[in-house]
């Protein structure tokens, strides 16, 4: 397989410079697109490709490409690209590894979806705890800048263009495209209402396109090598392009690795050493903390959005997370909520006051001071609260909880007949009591 | 997180030109701003300017907000609103140095339970609290994005990890971290 993202990625310890990163091939595909392309046929071309948003939810980005073109917002004002970069879903560290070891990538790729969708000014929203990672961007903008790809006029065309850094303060929900918009104006970051959408209405009202990191960086090697190229990455027929697969939690070699998409998790996984001390699998949670428990059973299922999809889970942002036979489900899905209920933005009711009492319950039965009826509570609280509430955070929130009881009756069971935690080792309360 | 699908604003997207409008047919909504005005981009800046005050006095005190409230053109009130919203923005201290230790799932599941206990037992304090001195402040925060070094913890600048849990090993972390923010400070 090509690699495609890290192509040009530096051996060890530093980012790869501009030399580097051209003598893999990079900044020629802004030149095709520049020189040889209109942004129509751009669009096209990300269309037919199939990339779909690699930030967890899928959306064709051609489609989100095309909404750009509607003449309302062509009024001569601010057109903007908003890069998301505040990872922080649990499990997740796929972009870190982008703008640490290939930032150009997603430079070149800004510019040429830029471009495409005719903005005036580009943005990188990114996490402040990624302060490596953010200094490795800063000195690639700049020699970019140095050698006219980016600023005024680049590379002797008509278009010009610069892309800004915006550092976050670290809040889970800025990772969701309006809240992220909130933040970045300095205000406190509660998701909007949509509509309007960000395509219509975004940063500073003006008509804005958010992607994630990974869909950007997708674009050179859409544009560069074609969109069947592009889709014949993939390994399984509905698929398109590699993906960033991560692999975390009970793993014997955690690690990020780029492989085609739909690769299995059997695959990823042997790749990485198996589960941490050749214990037996018990569960993954196949792409961030929003995405439900699968089991053994599931191994061979390509890891791509519709394939997960039809075993009841989400490709999400690709970054598994392994439990062993030694790990209980219970206390992982207690740690997750208490990641979600900590992360709320405390905008709406059902979010902010559900999520503590799931995670109230979910302590209760792990510590064995559950009833019987306290199961069917829990899972009605995750049921109600996704719908209830303002934004996608709770609903992500259940996704866990779903797969819990899909596949781990035995185990919730457990709990409650058994007056706590089967597993046999002291729930670590001292950080969260 | 997810960001949600977004649908089509209006009907389908095309290289249909509109239209002609006339005057009656005014858009809906009143014509926004073209370009962030000065209040804007300087409201823009609330964040970095925040963080600025805290590396200077420690902590974001009452003092600090009404100073970013001028800076950025905000009501001590709208400073407020974004000063306790984020994870690394503190309104009490929490040390000269906070080591943010992670407890999100990929580091829970690799000891970050016995890191934690390890440092307070070195440090001889509770999370959330500061050492006598004032030196250390101890903290726990949610997912580093570094699941690969779990259990991992934010000192500085530096997510350092996977750490050791020991006390033998943790009290050499602390020293180290110690040594590098003093060094740190001598450069700037």
Known sequence: MPPVLLAARADAGHAATLASYRDAGGYRALDTALRQRTPEELIQQVKDSGLRGRGGAGFPSGAKWGFMLAPEGRDGGGRYLVCNADEMEPGTFKDRVILEQNPHVLIEGMAIASYAMSMTDAFIFVRREYFEQTRRLEA???????????????????FSLDIHVHRSGGRYICGEETALLNAFEGRRANPRAKPPY?????????????????????????VEHGAAWFKGLAKNPEGAGTKLYGGSGAVEHPQLIERPIGTTLRELLGEMGGVKGGRKLLGVIPGGASTAFITPEHLDTPMDFDPLVKVGTRLGTGTFIVLSENDCPVKATLNLQRFFARESCGFCTPCRDGLPYGVDLLARLERGEAQREDLDRIDHLFQIIGPNSFCALAAGAAEPVKGLYAHFRDILEAHVTGRGCPFGREPAELAHA | MSAAATPPPGGVPGRTPPAPTSTAAAPAHPQRALWPDDKAKK??????????????????????????????????????????????????????????????????????????????????????????????GLLPIVCLGHCDKAPCLLAGERVLGPCATDDDDVRNLVKEIGDAAGAARGTR
């Open chain 1, 140 to 158: 690639a903008l700049a020699e970019a800048r140095d050698a006219k790809l980016l600023g005024a006029n680049i590379l002797g065309t008509e």
């Open chain 1, 198 to 222: 960000p395509a219509v209405s975004g940063l500073w009202g003006r008509p804005t396109t958010v992607h994630n990191v990974e869909t950007l960086a997708c674009v050179p090697g859409v």
């Open chain 2, 43 to 136: 409201r823009e800046r609330i964040v970095d300017v925040l963080w600025e005050l805290q590396q200077q006095r420690g902590f974001l005190d009452d003092e600090a907000i009404r100073i970013a409230g001028r800076e950025c053109d905000l009501t001590p009130h709208e400073v407020d609103e974004v000063a306790t919203f984020y994870n690394l923005l503190l309104r009490k201290p929490a040390g000269r140095i906070p080591i943010f230790v992670c407890d999100s799932i990929s580091c829970e599941l690799n000891g970050a339970a016995a890191l934690m206990a390890s440092l307070a037992r070195v440090l001889g304090i509770a999370p959330g609290e500061v050492t006598a001195d004032g030196r250390f």
